[in-house]
Structure formats: structure tokens, C-alpha cells
């Protein structure tokens, strides 16, 4: 992962919360690779922890499903 890529996304006013067709945002992508840095940048400037895939699953359904539990 880079935090430095997502931390100029974010200075740039992306969307931390923007989701894709699926409804995972990208803090439910970083949850699946296991990007704790990346997770911890997109939480402070402001993503949901409770935001819900198309199946229902929140980021840390799908880092647990994933073996990412740090």
C-alpha cells in the first residue's frame, strides 16, 4: 500500500466514502489487503467503519474474512 498516494487523494477532495458498482468503499478494499496504515489515514479523514457493501458486509466483515484482524 502507499499512504502517501491516498493521503494526496485526500487532499485533493476525493471521496473516502465513494463506493464502487459492489458498494465497497476504499476502506473496505485496504481491510482486504491488510493496508492497517492506508485503513488508519482513510478512518481519520473520515470514512465509515459501518459502511455496507451490496451484500452487507462493512470493512471489518471483510478483514476478518480476509485473515487482516490487526
Not at 499512504?3 to 465513494?18: F, W
Not at 478512518?43 to 466483515?61: C, E, I, Q
Amino acid at each position: 500500500g502507499r499512504p502517501d498516494m491516498a493521503s494526496l487523494l485526500i487532499a485533493k477532495q476525493a471521496n473516502v466514502n465513494l463506493g464502487n458498482k459492489n458498494g465497497l468503499t476504499p476502506l473496505h478494499l485496504v481491510a482486504q489487503e491488510g493496508h492497517v496504515g492506508i485503513a488508519d489515514t482513510l478512518v481519520k479523514h473520515g470514512a465509515s467503519v459501518y459502511a455496507a457493501s451490496r451484500m452487507g458486509y462493512t470493512p471489518l466483515h471483510v478483514a476478518c474474512h480476509y485473515g487482516n484482524i490487526k
